[in-house]
């Protein structure tokens, strides 16, 4: 893995290989509109999933602008990848918050953003290995799978643009 | 008015690097779309995406080829400008600034600003894995000392030992010196700080003029630079306002538990003035930080029209750190403004009639009150049209009192939510006299129609029923019709649906058992259990947001302890649970839909707490 960092000799994520399971949980995407999160993982495209919540101060933003950009990207390129953003908020986060969210960081269509009911939240949260008892313990994580893998790509911290097109490009290699 | 010349600013005491050099020459250098082919220097270069081929810099220092640009500001202009950066991300052109993050992610300041990392304070905030430092004008021109330093392992046996050492203070360096005008501007563009050390590659690096920089400078270095009033050497100053026609049992039940919070905090039972003398020097900081409290009460009397006035001397004779508690009888409003105009914490009031606003900034309420019933009324109906085809052709009639702000205040948060969400008229009936005209009857007699009846009065029913109208379903408020909601007329009871705000008691028998014990203890009779339960929790969290704090007594950076606070169900005997999160200003998120238990004066929810 190539150092994506500043100092040559410092790491800004870590990365491993998990087996998730996701949890049958019908949530809202950023229309309102009610989404079978099993089904919708049922893809042959690229996901790419990270959690946010629409107040978030420091993590969420830039993560955000990560997701933002890497779409931009890969609109360019032709390439169709799957975003996901999970609200680790919902209580606050209606899916109104969560529109408002994805226009400020011109998310294009292939980004999505659920919000929903807590527990089914709190359910996705713990079935990725993401769930914080407080909201501002979260930390910055990316989640990615190719369309035939059974195994996620798990990065722990904060990704430069080109650290998540390496990885992104690396996924779809294998 | 005082008239600063930025003009001085730029050209003498700051004299900053041409950031824009090529922009000047006719174009911005920076690459904002990056090809992955480009991304692969980075490894040599150490940031490939940042600006740093535009910034002359020479022997360390950065070099100034275009700050002779002539601007004066105000005083006031310059810092208004510089706030609308900070926390909008505007530049004073009106483009937003432009920014590298994370080495090499263009973010713009319509997506991101300043103030999102470090808050309105300038204190900085604490996220998970990330720390943001202060950035406040007090703290950047001051050295910043690491607290509780240890000395750093030299051997292996030394990093082995249990216990690092803990140096003598004559050998403890500051982390960081103080900033300068130029030390700063040359973090904000290059992300490196004044001991050449790189900073976290999540703090944007910004592309800006000279004149841009010198303004966000000057804004950075007057963001909180001194500590705000209603605090001394001893003693931290609170008040409570209490508003004309508030029955005086429900005021005093709010002042009994408020007072038993200041007695707890002034007996010093974790002797913190002895301990903040004698104390480790590392620990002094927060030691020192004990305030004793000082709470008045400011009661208005009067009408609301003066109220302003009277806040305004009471004010001005002692001024205060931030409101806390208090208690109305009707709307926040006038309360909620003057917080506003003299960026005043205040902290959960009592009301039902809170000021309802995305915007603004230093009033924390515990619900949106009778707007929330509408606007979860709105969600609700809305749920059910999308499952229900039959629900699409019904109508929807929304009944309100013209003379009671309680019950227009329903009406405007379902008018509100409705029309954000759904494309489709409501029949707006208003009454006057309790019941309905003979033509507004008309408008319904024949319809089949959802109503919101949002009346505290039961003569509008008996006149639906006495009509003959069955309304598909009949929207009512458990706290607008109290008891009297369980009299309704049996014909209608079928299809009532009750909006109720606040925990099902059966549901909170653990928390209301632990405010009635704590009541017990400190010798507070039982009296209005809902105003005693809010500011038992207000008690709860209030040593928290000011320990937080600790030698900081910044309002914003007491508000914003606030928006730091974990979700809470335990401590709250009113409503499910209260979430917070920066900004969020009305922490009670949710209300039941629910409906009437057959035979019993119950009621059972149809709703989950938060419906989205």
Redesign the interface.
Same mark, same amino acid.
Do not use: N, Y
């Given at each position: 893995m190539a150092s994506p960092s500043f100092a040559a000799d410092k790491q800004y994520y870590q990365k491993t290989l998990v087996k998730y399971r996701i949890p049958d949980v019908v949530l809202l995407d950023h229309d309102g509109k009610e989404v079978r999160i099993k089904e919708f993982f049922d893809t042959d495209q690229v996901i790419i999933v990270d959690f946010i919540y629409g107040t978030c101060t420091t993590i969420c933003p830039v993560l955000s602008v990560g997701f933002s950009y890497f779409q931009k990207k890969t609109l360019k390129m032709g390439e169709k990848v799957r975003l996901v953003s999970f609200s680790i908020d919902p209580d606050n986060d209606t899916p109104e918050i969560m529109r408002e969210y994805l226009e400020r960081y011109d998310g294009q269509t292939g980004w999505t953003i659920f919000t929903g009911k807590r527990d089914d939240i709190t359910a996705v949260l713990r079935s990725f290995d993401a769930y914080v008892s407080n909201k501002m313990d979260h930390y910055p994580l990316t989640i990615m799978r190719g369309p035939e893998d059974n195994q996620w790509v798990r990065l722990h911290g904060m990704l430069s643009a080109s650290d998540l097109m390496k990885e992104y490009m690396q996924l779809k290699k294998e | 008015m005082k008239n600063i010349i930025i003009l001085i600013f730029i050209a003498v005491i700051f004299p900053l690097p041409s950031l824009f050099a090529s922009e000047t020459a006719g174009g911005n250098t920076h690459n904002q779309?990056?090809s992955?082919g480009e991304?692969t220097s980075?490894?040599k270069s #150490?940031?490939p995406?940042r600006p740093t081929n535009d910034i002359a810099v020479e022997g360390g220092e950065l070099s100034c080829n275009a700050c002779h640009q002539h601007t004066d500001y105000t005083h006031e202009d310059a810092l208004r400008i510089g706030e609308r950066m900070y926390r909008e991300g505007i530049l004073p052109s009106g483009e937003p600034m432009k920014a590298y993050?994370?080495?090499?992610? #263009?973010?713009e300041g319509?997506?991101?600003s300043c103030s999102?990392?470090h808050?309105h304070s300038g204190l900085g905030?604490?996220?998970?894995?990330?720390v943001?430092w202060p950035t406040n004008g007090r703290e950047l021109y001051l050295p910043r000392y690491r607290t509780g330093a240890y000395k750093v392992p030299e051997t292996k046996e030394e990093q082995q030992k249990q216990y690092r050492p803990i140096p003598k203070y004559y050998e403890i360096e500051p982390a960081r010196p103080a900033y300068t005008d130029k030390s700063l501007a040359k973090a904000l563009a290059l992300g490196e700080d004044p001991t050449g050390r790189?900073i976290d #590659?999540?703090m944007p690096r910004y592309s800006m003029n000279d004149h841009d920089m010198a303004i966000l400078i000057y804004y950075l270095k007057h963001l909180n630079d001194e500590f705000s009033p209603g605090v001394d050497d001893t003693t931290l100053h609170f008040a409570t306002v209490i508003t004309e026609g508030v029955e005086q049992e429900k005021a005093d039940d709010m002042l009994a538990v408020l007072n038993a919070y200041v007695k707890a905090r002034n007996s010093l039972t974790r002797h913190q003035l002895r301990r903040a003398d004698f104390g480790p020097f590392y620990t002094s900081q927060k030691s020192k930080a004990y305030r004793k409290v000082n709470l008045q009460v400011w009661k208005l009397s009067g009408p609301e029209e003066t109220w302003r006035e009277q806040l305004e001397t009471y004010y001005a004779k002692n001024p205060v750190f931030a409101l806390v508690g208090g208690i109305a009888s009707g709307s926040w409003q006038k309360i909620h403004e003057f917080s506003e105009n003299y960026k005043l914490p205040c902290i959960f009031p009592i009301t039902d009639l809170p000021v309802i606003s995305e915007e603004d900034w230093y009033t924390l309420y515990f619900s949106k009150g009778y707007y929330q019933e509408g606007d979860s009324t709105a969600r609700y109906i809305r749920d059910q049209m999308?499952q229900d085809a039959l629900l699409e052709d019904v109508k929807v009639v929304q009944i309100f009192q013209q003379n009671n702000p309680r019950s227009q205040a329903a009406a405007r948060g379902f008018s509100t939510t409705w029309t954000?969400?759904m494309q489709r008229d409501v029949l707006q009936l208003v009454i006057k006299e309790e019941q309905l005209t003979d033509e507004q009857l008309q408008k319904i007699l024949d319809e089949d129609a959802i109503i919101l009846a949002w009346v505290d009065d039961t003569r509008l029913f008996t006149q639906i029923e006495q009509a003959g109208i069955r309304p598909r379903i009949l929207f009512v408020s458990s706290s607008l019709l109290g008891q009297a909601l369980f009299t309704l007329p049996e014909q209608l009871r079928n299809t009532l649906l009750v909006t109720h705000r606040q925990a099902f008691e059966e549901n909170k028998q653990k928390s209301r058992f632990v405010v009635q014990r704590w009541l017990e203890t400190n010798d507070i009779p039982l009296g209005h259990f809902d105003i005693q339960a809010k500011m038992y929790f207000l008690n709860w969290m209030l040593p928290g947001a000011v320990k937080r704090m600790q030698s900081y007594f910044y309002r914003d950076y007491f508000i914003e302890g606030f928006d730091?606070m974990?979700?809470q169900d335990y401590a709250i005997a009113v409503y499910p649970?209260l979430?917070f999160? #920066?900004?969020?200003r009305y922490v009670s998120?949710?209300c039941y839909i629910a409906r009437l238990k057959q035979g019993e004066k119950k009621l059972l929810p149809v709703s989950?707490w938060?419906i989205?």
């Open positions: - | 779309d990056l992955e991304r980075r490894e #150490p940031s995406g993050v994370m080495e090499d992610i #263009p973010v319509s997506m991101f999102a990392c808050q905030s604490v996220e998970g894995t990330v943001t790189t #590659p999540i999308k954000s969400l730091m974990i979700d649970r979430s999160g #920066p900004g969020q998120k949710g989950d938060v989205h």
